[in-house]
C-alpha cells in the first residue's frame, strides 16, 4: 500500500451539461413512453431510441424492460435484440449486430473506472457483438469487448476478454468450449 488516499469528493463529473441534460430527458422517456408501451410494439421503442441518437433499425427488438443508459451510443442491426431486463450501460458504443440475441437479464457494461488514480476517473470502452451471436440469460460483458459473429455465449458467463466467432463458450471467465456449427434440422429428427 502506498499511503495514498483515495479521494472522489472533488472529482469533476466525466459528463458534460449536454450528456446530463440529455440523459435527463431519456429517463423520463424511458420510464414512460418506452416503458409503457405493449410488449410487441418494437417500432416504437425503436423510433424512440432513434429519435435520441441510437443508430437502430426499425427492425429491432428491444424489449420494454430493457435500460438503455445512452441512446446515442447504441448501434444495432435488424432483428438484434434487446431481451427482458438487459441493461446495456453505454457510456461508449455499444454495437449489436443483425440476428443477434441478447437474453434477459444481460448487463453490457460500457465502462470501468482507473483504480490507480487518486479520483478513480471513468473510463468509457466500447463493446462490440457481432451477427448472428447468442448472449444467453444473465451475462455479465465487460468493457471493451468484442464478441464475434454467430458466437453463443452460455447463460450466467462473464466475458473478460474477446471472444471468437462461430464458438460456443461458458464459464466465468467464459471461454471457448466447441465450435458452433449450424444444422437444418435438429440432430435426431425425423426426415
Known amino acids: 500500500m502506498s499511503g ?5 469528493s472533488s472529482a469533476p463529473s466525466p459528463h458534460s451539461t449536454t450528456n446530463r441534460v440529455l440523459r435527463l430527458a431519456w429517463g423520463v422517456v424511458q420510464a414512460t413512453a418506452f416503458r409503457w408501451s405493449p410488449r410487441p410494439a418494437h417500432r416504437w421503442r425503436a423510433m424512440l431510441l432513434r429519435a435520441f441518437g441510437a ?3 426499425p427492425r429491432a427488438r428491444v424489449y420494454p424492460t430493457a435500460r438503455v443508459w445512452g441512446p446515442w451510443n447504441l448501434e444495432m442491426g435488424e432483428f438484434a435484440t434487446l431481451g427482458d431486463r438487459v441493461d446495456c450501460y453505454c457510456v461508449d458504443v455499444v454495437r449489436i449486430g443483425a440476428h443477434t440475441t441478447v437474453s434477459q437479464y444481460s448487463y453490457l457494461c460500457g465502462a470501468t473506472h482507473d483504480h490507480t488514480l487518486r479520483d478513480i476517473p471513468l473510463r468509457p470502452m466500447p463493446i462490440v457483438i457481432g451477427s448472428q451471436a447468442w448472449v ?3 451475462v455479465f460483458v465487460a468493457p471493451g469487448i468484442t464478441i464475434g459473429d454467430g458466437c453463443v455465449v452460455g447463460a450466467r458467463s462473464s466475458v473478460f476478454r474477446d471472444l471468437p466467432e462461430w464458438t460456443v463458450c461458458i464459464g466465468s471467465p467464459a471461454t471457448p468450449i466447441k465450435k458452433r456449427e449450424l444444422q437444418d434440422q435438429p440432430q435426431g429428427a425425423p426426415r
Open 4 to 8: 495514498a488516499a483515495v479521494d472522489i
Open 55 to 57: 443508430r437502430v433499425s
Open 136 to 138: 444467453a440469460a444473465d
